[in-house]
C-alpha cells in the first residue's frame, strides 16, 4: 500500500537537475498540481521530456516560464512562443524529435530495448549524426532509448497499490512513461479504494508507480 | 466559396467508407464538414482517439478529449482511446488509409516539406514526419501559391517532412498527382486555364490530353 503525498511533499523529492518525463499533450493528462508545487519549490536546471511544452500559463508551460528547464526534448513547441523564446536566446537546449519517434524511444527505455530502428526520418534533418541500418533492403534510423530519473504522470484515478487508469485522450504518453522513469510519481483525479479498478482498467500496474500524489478534491 | 472550403470539399472525395483518416489542425480538419452523410469513416487524433466526433456544445466540454490541436472535440459511438504508442503504430504500422496535411512546398519528386522555416518557424515536426512516412495514402491540402511565391517548386527549398512521394496534391486551383514520371495535372477549377495553372506552378506539370475540371457542389 502507498500513502498519498501533498503534492508539496512529492516536489520536494524532485532535485535540481533532474531528468524528468512528463505525461500529457498540450497539457491534457499532466500532473498539475505536481507542476504548481515544482514551480513554487523553484526547481532548477531540469531535463524535460514531454511531447510539448502546452502553452503559457498550461501545464509544463508553467515550468517553461518559470526558468526550472535547461534542456528540452520534444516533438512540437509551436504553440508556446515562450519556449521558442527561450530556444533561439540559447537558454534552453531543444531537441525535436517526430512524436511517434519520441514515444517509442521512451518505451525502448521503459522496455529494456537498445533502441528503434524506424524508418520516419530518413532523407531529413531528423537522421543527423544517427545510424542508418538496412533490415531486408530498407533502411531505418536507430533512435536510443531513452530513460528518467523521474515520471510524472497524470491519470484519471488510481487505488492505494498505484493502479492507474487514464481517461480520454489523457493517456497519451502517460502508460509508456510509467516503464521509464527510475522514480514514478502519479497525480490521480480520484483515489478509490484496492480493487474498485478492473483489472481489465488498470493501464499501469501499481508495481510501477513509486508515489501516489493526494487526490484533487 | 472561399480557398480553404474548395480544398477541403474535393479532398472529401477522396475518403471511401469505413476508412481510418487522420486530418491534420487548420485547413485539413474542413474537410470533415463536406463527407456525405451516409459515408462512415473513423477519424484518428493521434493525441489518441479513432472515432473522432466534432465539437461539443459549449459547456459540455471534457477537459480530457481533445484532438492533437488541443481543441475540445467528441467521441464517436464506438470510439476507442488509445495512448501514443498505439496511435503511432497504427500511424507507421499501415493501418492508418489516410492523412490529410497542409504543406509549405511540394516538389517534383512529391516530396512534402510542411513542417518549419529555418530562422523564422521552428514549431517541431510533432506527428507529421511518421503521417507521412507511414499512412497508406498523403493527400496535401493546400493555397496553389503563397501571396504570390511559388509553392509546388522544382525541388523544395525548405526541410523535408519525409522522402516519400505523397499521393494528391489538392489546391484552390487544381488537383496534381505526383507520380514516377513527375506531377501531372488532373483537374482544374471550373473556368481556370491550364495555363494559369502552370503560371501559378513553379514545377513544370505533365498535361496528360484535356484535363477535366473538378466536380464541386
Given at each position: 500500500m502507498?500513502?498519498?503525498l501533498s503534492?508539496?511533499?512529492?516536489?520536494?523529492?524532485?532535485?535540481?537537475?533532474?531528468?524528468?518525463?512528463?505525461g500529457?499533450?498540450?497539457?491534457?493528462?499532466?500532473?498539475?498540481?505536481?507542476?504548481?508545487?515544482?514551480?513554487?519549490?523553484?526547481?532548477k536546471?531540469?531535463?524535460?521530456?514531454?511531447?510539448?511544452?502546452a502553452?503559457?500559463?498550461k501545464?509544463?508551460?508553467?515550468?517553461?516560464?518559470a526558468?526550472a528547464v535547461?534542456?528540452l526534448?520534444a516533438?512540437?513547441?509551436?504553440?508556446n512562443p515562450?519556449t521558442?523564446?527561450k530556444?533561439i536566446?540559447?537558454e534552453?537546449?531543444?531537441?525535436?524529435a517526430?512524436?511517434?519517434?519520441?514515444?517509442?524511444?521512451i518505451?525502448a527505455?521503459g522496455a529494456g530495448l537498445?533502441?528503434?530502428?524506424?524508418?520516419?526520418?530518413?532523407?531529413?534533418?531528423v537522421?543527423?549524426?544517427?545510424?542508418?541500418?538496412?533490415?531486408?533492403?530498407?533502411?531505418?534510423l536507430?533512435?536510443?532509448p531513452?530513460?528518467?530519473?523521474?515520471?510524472?504522470?497524470?491519470?484519471?484515478?488510481?487505488?492505494?497499490y498505484?493502479?492507474?487508469?487514464?481517461?480520454?485522450t489523457?493517456?497519451?504518453?502517460?502508460?509508456?512513461m510509467a516503464?521509464?522513469?527510475?522514480?514514478?510519481?502519479?497525480?490521480?483525479h480520484?483515489?478509490?479504494?484496492?480493487?474498485?479498478i478492473?483489472?481489465?482498467?488498470?493501464?499501469?500496474?501499481?508495481?510501477?508507480?513509486?508515489?501516489?500524489?493526494?487526490?484533487?478534491? | 466559396?472561399e480557398?480553404?472550403?474548395?480544398?477541403a470539399?474535393?479532398?472529401?472525395?477522396?475518403i471511401?467508407?469505413?476508412?481510418l483518416?487522420?486530418?491534420?489542425?487548420?485547413?485539413?480538419?474542413?474537410?470533415?464538414?463536406?463527407l456525405?452523410?451516409?459515408?462512415?469513416v473513423?477519424?484518428?487524433?493521434?493525441?489518441g482517439?479513432?472515432?473522432?466526433?466534432?465539437?461539443?456544445?459549449?459547456?459540455m466540454?471534457?477537459?480530457?478529449?481533445?484532438?492533437a490541436?488541443?481543441?475540445?472535440?467528441?467521441?464517436?459511438p464506438?470510439?476507442?482511446?488509445?495512448?501514443?504508442?498505439?496511435s503511432?503504430?497504427?500511424?507507421r504500422?499501415?493501418?492508418?488509409?489516410?492523412?490529410?496535411l497542409?504543406?509549405?512546398?511540394?516538389?517534383?519528386?512529391?516530396?512534402l516539406?510542411?513542417?518549419?522555416?529555418?530562422?523564422?518557424?521552428v514549431?517541431?515536426?510533432?506527428?507529421?514526419?511518421?503521417?507521412?512516412?507511414?499512412?497508406?495514402?498523403?493527400?496535401?491540402?493546400?493555397v496553389?501559391?503563397?501571396?504570390?511565391?511559388?509553392k509546388?517548386?522544382?525541388?523544395?527549398?525548405?526541410?523535408?517532412?519525409?522522402?516519400?512521394r505523397?499521393?494528391?496534391?489538392?489546391?484552390?486551383?487544381?488537383?496534381?498527382?505526383?507520380?514516377?514520371?513527375g506531377l501531372?495535372?488532373?483537374?482544374?477549377f471550373?473556368?481556370?486555364?491550364?495555363?494559369?495553372?502552370?503560371?501559378a506552378?513553379?514545377?513544370?506539370?505533365?498535361?496528360?490530353?484535356d484535363?477535366?475540371?473538378?466536380?464541386?457542389?
Amino acid at each position: 500500500m502507498k500513502t498519498a503525498l501533498s503534492a508539496e511533499a512529492a516536489a520536494a523529492l524532485i532535485p535540481d537537475g533532474a531528468v524528468c518525463l512528463i505525461g500529457g499533450f498540450m497539457g491534457v493528462g499532466s500532473p498539475h498540481r505536481l507542476i504548481d508545487a515544482m514551480v513554487k519549490r523553484g526547481v532548477k536546471n531540469l531535463t524535460v521530456v514531454a511531447n510539448d511544452t502546452a502553452m503559457p500559463g498550461k501545464g509544463i508551460g508553467k515550468l517553461i516560464t518559470a526558468g526550472a528547464v535547461s534542456k528540452l526534448i520534444a516533438s512540437h513547441i509551436g504553440l508556446n512562443p515562450e519556449t521558442q523564446k527561450k530556444m533561439i536566446s540559447g537558454e534552453i537546449q531543444v531537441e525535436l524529435a517526430p512524436q511517434g519517434t519520441l514515444i517509442e524511444r521512451i518505451r525502448a527505455g521503459g522496455a529494456g530495448l537498445g533502441g528503434v530502428l524506424t524508418a520516419t526520418g530518413i532523407g531529413t534533418v531528423v537522421e543527423k549524426g544517427k545510424q542508418i541500418v538496412e533490415v531486408d533492403g530498407k533502411p531505418y534510423l536507430l533512435e536510443k532509448p531513452i530513460k528518467g530519473d523521474f515520471a510524472l504522470l497524470g491519470c484519471k484515478q488510481a487505488d492505494y497499490y498505484g493502479n492507474l487508469e487514464y481517461s480520454l485522450t489523457a493517456h497519451n504518453f502517460n502508460p509508456i512513461m510509467a516503464l521509464a522513469g527510475a522514480i514514478v510519481i502519479a497525480e490521480p483525479h480520484h483515489i478509490v479504494p484496492v480493487g474498485v479498478i478492473s483489472p481489465d482498467d488498470v493501464k499501469t500496474p501499481g508495481v510501477l508507480v513509486t508515489h501516489l500524489l493526494e487526490r484533487a478534491i | 466559396m472561399e480557398d480553404k472550403d474548395i480544398i477541403a470539399q474535393r479532398i472529401a472525395q477522396e475518403i471511401k467508407p469505413d476508412m481510418l483518416v487522420n486530418l491534420g489542425i487548420g485547413l485539413p480538419s474542413l474537410v470533415a464538414n463536406y463527407l456525405p452523410k451516409d459515408v462512415h469513416v473513423f477519424f484518428q487524433a493521434e493525441n489518441g482517439v479513432v472515432g473522432l466526433g466534432p465539437r461539443p456544445p459549449e459547456g459540455m466540454e471534457d477537459e480530457d478529449l481533445t484532438d492533437a490541436g488541443g481543441g475540445f472535440v467528441t467521441a464517436m459511438p464506438g470510439a476507442a482511446s488509445i495512448d501514443s504508442a498505439m496511435s503511432f503504430a497504427l500511424i507507421r504500422g499501415g493501418h492508418l488509409d489516410m492523412t490529410v496535411l497542409g504543406g509549405l512546398q511540394v516538389d517534383e519528386r512529391g516530396y512534402l516539406a510542411n513542417w518549419m522555416v529555418p530562422g523564422k518557424m521552428v514549431p517541431g515536426m510533432g506527428g507529421a514526419m511518421d503521417l507521412v512516412a507511414g499512412a497508406k495514402s498523403v493527400i496535401v491540402g493546400m493555397v496553389h501559391t503563397a501571396k504570390g511565391a511559388h509553392k509546388i517548386v522544382p525541388e523544395c527549398t525548405l526541410p523535408l517532412t519525409a522522402t516519400r512521394r505523397v499521393t494528391l496534391i489538392v489546391t484552390e486551383m487544381a488537383v496534381i498527382e505526383p507520380t514516377e514520371r513527375g506531377l501531372v495535372l488532373k483537374e482544374r477549377f471550373p473556368g481556370v486555364s491550364v495555363e494559369d495553372i502552370m503560371k501559378a506552378t513553379g514545377a513544370s506539370l505533365i498535361i496528360d490530353g484535356d484535363v477535366p475540371e473538378m466536380k464541386l457542389n
